[in-house]
């Protein structure tokens, strides 16, 4: 993915959640595999590899995928199946910052009631996910 430009404090900062498209796929395949390597670090980079051709050519195609940029630059993204949070993976760099839980609360708004299945040894996507359960 490319490096976000940082900016003067004077500067405006926007941030969008809005659908996918398809000029994205290049920022969401390198969102995912640096969201995954921090929060997966069990994966081998055999399997990210594999996943990352099966993530262009069958996840996002068969998912709703809602982006998030600041500034135009692709930061994360959530897939929905239906009811269920398929994926949610966003640039560590910007953890604990308010993104992730905008993008499940877009996927609420557009769906209702979600559910969603963790890894259980994704720690960061279970530390992120159980607040939110009830």
């Known amino acids: 993915m490319p490096p976000v430009a940082r900016r003067h404090r004077h500067e405006r900062i926007l941030t969008m959640i809005r659908q ?22 069990f994966l081998t980079k055999k399997f990210l590899d594999s996943e990352a051709e099966a993530l262009r050519d069958i996840y996002i195609p068969s998912t709703e995928i809602w982006v998030t940029e600041i500034n135009g630059d692709v930061l994360g993204f959530i897939a929905l199946m239906g009811n269920e949070i398929a994926a949610l993976f966003l640039d560590p760099d910007y953890h604990g910052k308010g993104l992730g839980r905008a993008m499940v609360d877009k996927a609420v708004a557009e769906k209702g009631k979600l559910s969603v299945d963790v890894f259980e040894e994704n720690a960061v996507g279970r530390n992120f996910m159980m607040p939110m359960a009830s």
Do not use: G, M, N, T
Not at 20 to 41: G, M, N, Q, T
């Open 20 to 41: 996918y498209e398809a000029k994205d796929i290049e920022s969401l395949v390198a969102c995912w595999r640096v969201a995954s390597e921090f929060a997966h670090p």
